[in-house]
């Protein structure tokens, strides 16, 4: 099975070993990324034991090599501009998200989709983590009544990288809605299996900002010893892996800190989605409740289990689902799986079609512009 990925960073190299566990035949054929050291410095890494030839951009790998396959694990600005080069070849292909960053993008990524014969999956592993399945089969069985209301959070415990390392660029980012609401309001309207028809938000920048010069890096200010966030804090206070080379503080650091999205529903029904970046340790959650007349469900990916309160009784169910330490809960390892009978068998059912990662970037940039404007948007396309 010659796969071929376009982009071989850290998200790369943690797919692989979920990708080999899945098929004992699956082969990493080539490599398509500028960074050739650090793509080569992270094979070598793997130790995968065959050759991998190495390009320098997506197109001259298509070109060149017969691939059974592609894994698109570009920076995000990328992601639609590459994907319809391998779409038009007719390749399966694992798609990272968000799909894209800009309505633009989006149009030309989804009708280069509708005009491929090539299955797609998005790289949404929360949707098919073990603790959302069984979330799912709760609330398809009836048992909770029909779920009137959602509430969805994420108080993200490494929200830090987002502002000292690369991905403070909000021009590759496109803010961080798209970098994590993408997760959250994909398996939320997974599991509410209907349809979006508005979207209202708001966002703030309160922590991470400030007036250090632009492009300073921690190791060079004469205040990191003090700074909450430098390296000695980091590694002697915190007890926390350094999370970038930059200020976070600085005059050109990007992204908002905490935001949250209202999303209405076509029937009337509504979720409220927080996220935050600055919460630490013991304060990290992230899932949902899920509101029905005869009962509620609720879920925390960190503390690894489904609860399940009866409206007509007083009994409580814990479901302990115990795959915390598994790559995204065990998502990962579903979406390779998925991923191979896509490979073997191009007719199979995606677990995350092209249709989910759209519809979720819709979402997120509509927050965004909803965020920026102060107004309500419609969960589509702008007119």
């Known amino acids: 099975m010659r796969i071929g990925f376009i982009g071989f960073g850290h998200r790369a190299e943690t797919l692989v070993p979920q990708f080999r566990a899945a098929a004992e035949d699956f082969r990493v054929a080539a490599v398509a990324d500028p960074d050739a050291d650090g793509a080569r410095a992270r094979l070598d890494a ?7 030839a190495l390009h320098p951009d997506a197109e001259t790998m298509l070109a060149r090599e017969d691939l059974d396959g592609v894994v698109l694990a570009t920076r995000c600005s990328l992601h639609a501009r590459i994907a319809p080069l391998v779409l ?142 430098g390296p000695y ?48 340790k013991g304060a990290a959650r992230r899932g949902v409740r899920l509101y029905g007349y005869d009962g509620t469900l609720g879920f925390d990916w960190y503390r690894d289990e489904v609860r399940v309160w009866m409206h007509s009784s007083t009994r409580t169910e814990v479901h302990k689902v115990d795959s915390a330490a598994m790559a995204h809960s065990g998502g990962d390892f579903r979406l390779a799986e998925n991923f191979v009978r896509l490979v073997r068998d191009p007719s199979a059912a995606s677990a995350a079609p092209l249709a989910a990662g759209v519809r979720s970037a819709l979402l997120c940039l509509a927050a965004r512009e909803s965020a920026r404007t102060k107004t309500f948007m419609k969960a589509g396309y702008p007119d």
């Open 46 to 52: 793997l130790a995968l034991g065959a050759p991998v």
């Open 88 to 229: 038009a070849r007719g390749l399966p292909l694992f798609l990272e998200k968000p799909v894209a960053t800009t309505y633009a993008d989006l149009r030309a990524l989804e009708a280069a989709g509708a005009a491929s014969r090539s299955p797609v999956l998005v790289s949404f592993p929360l949707r098919v983590s073990p603790l959302a399945v069984l979330a799912k089969e709760i609330v398809d069985s009836g048992r909770l009544g029909r779920i009137e209301n959602a509430v969805a959070f994420n108080d993200v415990p490494y929200g830090g990288v987002y502002y000292h390392g690369w991905y403070r660029d909000e021009a590759e980012t496109g803010g961080l809605f798209l970098q994590k609401a993408t997760h959250d309001l994909d398996y939320v309207g997974h599991l509410l299996d209907r349809a979006p028809a508005e979207v209202c938000a708001m966002t703030s920048k309160t922590v991470f900002r400030g007036d250090r010069p632009a492009g300073l890096r921690c190791a060079e200010c004469p205040e990191r010893d003090a700074c909450p966030e």
């Open 233 to 280: 804090s980091m590694a002697h206070v915190r007890f926390d892996d350094p999370q970038g080379p930059w200020c976070c503080f600085a005059s050109d650091t990007g992204n908002e800190d905490a935001g949250a999205v209202l999303v209405r529903y076509e029937d009337g029904t509504f979720l409220s989605y927080a996220q935050n970046f600055y919460a630490r």
